[in-house]
């Protein structure tokens, strides 16, 4: 089953690609925020002290496929034991040429496995419905139908606990992506951060409630927006996929060690 029971967990290592990284939400040095740091700094207040801080450490490098998190992040987290494990991925593989969603859900099974198996609990993400935003995206729907189904089955079977934003419409909203139309912005990231904490018991379901009509520009203004977006986004991700390569190619995890997060208040 779904797991909802909150608890004061004392270490909290994210594992992941650019949305656990922080991608869209730039911070202080350089460095990205994201919904990951902001559910750190979160769990630190709801309940620890400036004599009891949360252990935090974010694994997440941009451009990661699965292969690479289970290869590379896990073993890592698995060493670091901590009380709580976000895992996040698979959007990268269904945006390759080939996709097969066997080898997919198995990786992300195999991951699971090992790290409930090291008694740590785990935190889920079930992406959104591809086609809502992106006649691009509608193209590989059913790609991301398949993974959802395998995230949802692997939470159930391992207890996990889950943030599913598959009918969320609030994610509709223009306001809350990146120039790229692929990454979060600050807002966005937040949202993600306040139903990671209710997916966690500690929240509540207010971010769900929009402040208004969902953003949309005028038909001009998106034509514009368009042609810069190819610019400036599109070919640049259609290079790297000819060269073979990765926007995760020379960066390093933010936090490989554990950080100390205290509460803000």
């Known amino acids: 089953m779904i797991n909802t029971q909150p608890k004061n967990w004392k270490s909290f290592v994210a594992v992941g690609d ?10 202080v040095n350089d460095l990205y925020l994201g919904w990951a740091d902001r559910l750190a700094g979160k769990l630190a207040d709801e309940y620890c002290s400036k004599n009891d ?29 901590p009380a709580l494990v976000s895992f996040a991925g698979g959007i990268n593989d269904a945006m390759r040429g080939s996709f097969d969603l066997d080898t997919k859900a198995t990786e992300l099974e195999k991951a699971v496995r090992e790290l409930r198996s090291g008694g740590h609990d785990v935190l889920l993400f079930a992406f959104g419905d591809s086609s809502r935003n992106s006649k691009v995206m509608a193209l590989i729907r059913d790609r991301f139908v398949g993974l959802r ?40 990231h937040a949202l993600v951060a306040d139903a990671a904490m209710q997916a966690l018991g500690w929240g509540s379901s207010d971010w769900l409630v ?16 368009h042609a810069s977006w190819a610019k400036n986004h599109g070919w640049p991700w ?28």
């Open 53 to 81: 801080p949360l252990h935090y450490a974010n694994l997440a490098i941009r451009g990661r496929l699965l292969t690479q998190m289970v290869e590379e992040q896990v073993p890592r987290a698995l060493e670091m034991n």
């Open 238 to 265: 259609v290079s790297r996929r000819l060269r073979g390569a990765s926007s995760g190619d020379g960066i390093s995890a933010k936090y490989w060690d554990y950080v100390n997060i205290y509460p803000r208040v």
């Open 149 to 188: 189904s395998a995230t949802l089955a692997i939470a159930e079977a391992y207890d996990c606990y889950l943030v599913d934003f598959w009918d969320k419409v609030i994610f509709n909203d223009s306001r809350v992506w990146d120039a790229d139309r692929l990454h979060l912005n600050p807002r966005g």
């Open 210 to 225: 929009s402040d208004g009509e969902i953003g949309q520009a005028a038909l001009p203004t998106r034509m514009l927006g």
């Open 18 to 27: 650019s949305f656990t990284e922080g991608v869209g939400d730039l911070g």
